[in-house]
């Protein structure tokens, strides 16, 4: 199985900035997608960003929704299978709860599967 642990929200000003992380663990034999969602209060879920990976390739592809665009980055760390959303000039409508998802292939399967974080809450306020 695959477990997802996220860490870095909080509570920040208007334009300030902040950092989740999104480290996958347990036995994993391939990632193909990294992905950020979030969840506001009395809205719908919205994905903020996507990295698709190629376990052949040292090259990433990442793609973001115009609302986040320019101001947020999704990265990873191969080695330590964790995926980082850096977010800049954070505003309060960007408050929400913030959500992983990995698809992975387990060790020992031949499925991939969607795997999600716990949720990070993170509160834009002055």
């Known amino acids: 199985q695959v477990q997802l642990v996220e860490s870095g929200g909080g509570l920040v000003q208007p334009g300030g900035s902040l950092k989740l992380s999104c480290a996958a663990s347990?036995?994993?034999?391939?990632?193909?997608?990294m992905g950020w969602y979030r969840q506001a209060p009395a809205k719908q879920s919205e994905w903020v960003a996507g990295l698709a990976t190629d376990s052949m390739s040292t090259d990433d592809v990442t793609t973001y929704p115009d609302s986040v665009k320019g101001r947020f980055t999704i990265s990873r760390d191969r080695a330590k299978n964790t995926v980082y959303l850096q977010m800049n000039n954070l505003q309060p409508e960007d408050t929400a709860v913030y959500f992983c998802?990995?698809?992975?292939?387990?060790?020992?399967?031949?499925?991939?599967?969607?795997?999600w974080g716990q949720g990070t809450q993170v509160t834009v306020s002055s």
């Open positions: 998802r990995v698809r992975a292939r387990p060790g020992g399967t031949t499925n991939d599967g969607d795997y």
């Open positions: 347990g036995s994993i034999f391939s990632i193909s997608f």
